[in-house]
């Protein structure tokens, strides 16, 4: 079975860092891009960010550019976000998601984990 | 690329033919995938490539279009079905998701 845990979310004060991380099991990890989601209070998702399985291509949403950093550590499967200088605007559920693809720009998230909340809050 | 979900919410009886749409903001093929969420749980991926029904996803689910212009569609209207449902496109590797369409029960 294909799982995703997440972890790492908190409350922090704005300025701050946090790293989230998210351990994939039940799948061959080098294989697949990987992403992560957020979805702040009461509000839709918003992609933040997308590494490949190789880990040599990384994309990033306009509003996260500059301050986030996604990585992964094929050793323990898992996939990184380092966010620096958190906003208020940052607070939200983040969700790490494994994408599939098909020929062609075809990408989607197949499997989701359960997300870890993020409070960005003085 | 922007997605335009409408209605951003609808309110339906059981047995109901429900239908939601997706418009781009550009042409992108048939690069979207439908999501549903229900309250407290993570987003579950129902349909992939505007067409194509995620294994294990009840068939009165289907999806359809291309271009600009997107259709998922519940045939018959299950009280498991209220949720919020989201399109996304990978037309572009600055994927993003439409703002939403949250269904209920009459």
Same mark, same amino acid.
């Given at each position: 079975?294909?799982?995703? !845990? $997440?972890?790492?979310?908190?409350?922090?004060?704005? *300025? #701050? =860092?946090?790293?989230?991380?998210?351990?994939?099991? %039940?799948?061959?990890?080098?294989?697949?891009?990987?992403?992560?989601?957020?979805?702040?209070?009461?509000?839709? !998702? $918003?992609?933040?960010?997308?590494?490949?399985?190789? *880990? #040599? =291509?990384?994309?990033?949403?306009?509003?996260?550019? %500059?301050?986030?950093?996604?990585?992964?550590?094929?050793?323990?499967?898992?996939?990184?976000?380092?966010?620096?200088?958190?906003?208020?605007?940052?607070?939200?559920?983040?969700?790490?998601?494994?994408?599939?693809?098909?020929?062609?720009?075809?990408?989607?998230?197949?499997?989701?984990?359960?997300?870890?909340?993020?409070?960005?809050?003085? | 690329?922007?997605?335009?979900?409408?209605?951003?919410?609808?309110?339906?009886?059981?047995?109901?033919?429900?239908?939601?749409?997706?418009?781009?903001?550009?042409?992108?093929?048939?690069?979207?995938?439908?999501?549903?969420?229900?309250?407290?749980?993570?987003?579950?991926?129902?349909?992939?490539?505007?067409?194509?029904?995620?294994?294990?996803?009840?068939?009165?689910?289907?999806?359809?279009?291309?271009?600009?212009?997107?259709?998922?569609?519940?045939?018959?209207?299950?009280?498991?079905?209220?949720?919020?449902?989201?399109?996304?496109?990978?037309?572009?590797?600055?994927?993003?998701?439409?703002?939403?369409?949250?269904?209920?029960?009459?």
């Amino acid at each position: 079975e294909v799982q995703l !845990l $997440e972890s790492g979310g908190g409350m922090v004060q704005p *300025g #701050g =860092s946090l790293r989230l991380s998210c351990v994939s099991s %039940g799948f061959i990890f080098n294989n697949y891009g990987m992403s992560w989601v957020r979805q702040a209070p009461g509000k839709g !998702l $918003e992609w933040v960010s997308y590494i490949s399985g190789s *880990g #040599g =291509s990384t994309y990033y949403a306009d509003s996260v550019k %500059g301050r986030f950093a996604i990585s992964r550590d094929k050793s323990k499967s898992t996939v990184y976000l380092q966010i620096n200088n958190l906003r208020a605007g940052d607070t939200a559920v983040y969700y790490c998601a494994k994408n599939e693809a098909a020929p062609g720009h075809h990408n989607w998230f197949d499997t989701w984990g359960q997300g870890t909340l993020v409070t960005v809050s003085s | 690329i922007q997605l335009t979900q409408s209605p951003s919410s609808l309110s339906a009886s059981v047995g109901d033919r429900v239908t939601i749409t997706c418009r781009a903001s550009q042409t992108i093929s048939n690069y979207v995938n439908w999501y549903q969420q229900k309250p407290g749980n993570a987003p579950k991926l129902l349909i992939y490539s505007a067409s194509t029904l995620q294994g294990g996803v009840p068939s009165r689910f289907s999806g359809s279009g291309s271009g600009s212009d997107f259709t998922l569609t519940i045939s018959s209207l299950q009280p498991e079905d209220v949720a919020t449902y989201y399109c996304q496109q990978s037309y572009i590797n600055l994927y993003t998701f439409g703002q939403g369409t949250k269904v209920d029960i009459k």
